[in-house]
C-alpha cells in the first residue's frame, strides 16, 4: 500500500547533538478521513484493543512515574511472553516495543 508523506523530518541540535525529529502535517487532514463503514468497525475494534492492553497493564508491578530498569524490563518480558507485546528493533538497548493487537486491527481493509 502507497501513502503520501504525513510530514518531514527536521534536525536540530539538542544538548550538543544533532536529532533529527518528525512533524507532522496540521490536522485535519485534506482530504478528511472516511471513517464510515468497516473502517469506522476497524476503529471500533482497535479502541477495545488499547482498552485490554491498558487494563493488563494494571496488573503489572509497577507505577506511573519512578520505574527502575529492571521492573521495566521484566514487565516488558512478561508480556511479550503472553504474546501481547512484540520488540522491533533487535538492539539490547532503546528497544521499541509493538502491540499487534492493536495494529492488526488498524490494518485490516487497506
Known amino acids: 500500500m502507497h501513502r503520501d508523506a504525513v510530514g518531514v523530518y527536521i534536525s536540530s541540535v539538542a544538548g550538543g547533538e544533532t536529532v533529527r525529529a518528525f512533524v507532522p502535517e496540521p490536522l485535519p487532514p485534506n482530504p478528511p478521513?472516511?471513517?464510515?463503514g468497516t473502517r469506522q468497525t476497524s476503529l471500533e475494534r482497535a479502541t477495545l484493543a488499547l482498552g485490554r492492553l491498558?487494563?493488563?497493564?494494571?496488573?503489572l508491578p509497577c507505577e506511573d512515574t519512578?520505574?527502575?530498569?529492571?521492573?521495566?524490563?521484566?514487565?516488558?518480558?512478561a508480556l511479550m511472553t503472553l504474546g501481547i507485546a512484540r520488540e522491533l528493533t533487535g538492539q539490547r538497548r532503546n528497544r521499541v516495543f509493538v502491540y499487534?493487537?492493536?495494529?492488526?486491527?488498524?490494518n485490516e481493509n487497506e
Open 33 to 36: 478521513l472516511d471513517l464510515g
Open 100 to 106: 499487534d493487537g492493536y495494529l492488526n486491527i488498524l
Open 54 to 59: 491498558d487494563s493488563i497493564s494494571l496488573l
Open 66 to 77: 519512578g520505574m527502575a530498569f529492571p521492573t521495566a524490563s521484566k514487565s516488558m518480558k
